[in-house]
């Protein structure tokens, strides 16, 4: 479950390695925006520590169940960052990514995935 003063790893390479969330809009659950500041990046990175961006989450600890009552949960909670126009800030994603990312119609990050479950 994410909440505020949760920490997340940024699961593109974008610069940043970790975020903390600010504030979740709407719900808390895979594929859902949240806001998050910058707490630690990469050494040339463009991203500044402290900088506050949208993020899209792709991966949480909490379980999910599906409907064919197969039961599926990650080691870590991961997000992705955006841009200002709403697309996503990095060229690659780093890890897999579930299959309900598709019905929130983030097709975008479905085609930079390496693996889909």
């Not at 940024?10 to 809009?25: L, M, P, Q, T």
């Not at 506050?52 to 599906?66: F, G, T, V």
């Not at 955006?82 to 598709?102: A, C, F, H, M, S």
Request: one cysteine or more; aromatic letters at 2%; proline letters at 1%.
């Amino acid at each position: 479950m994410i909440q505020q003063k949760t920490l997340l790893k940024i699961a593109d390479n974008s610069g940043a390695k970790i975020a903390e969330c600010i504030k979740v809009y709407k719900e808390k659950k895979l594929g859902s925006t949240i806001l998050v500041a910058i707490k630690e990046r990469k050494s040339k990175s463009k991203l500044k520590k402290g900088g506050i961006h949208k993020a899209i989450i792709i991966r949480l600890k909490k379980e999910n169940i599906r409907k064919n009552s197969h039961l599926l949960a990650f080691d870590e909670n991961a997000a992705v960052l955006l841009n200002l126009k709403g697309d996503i800030q990095g060229t690659r994603l780093i890890g897999p990514v579930t299959n309900e990312i598709r019905k929130q119609n983030l097709i975008k990050i479905l085609s930079l995935a390496a693996q889909i479950l």
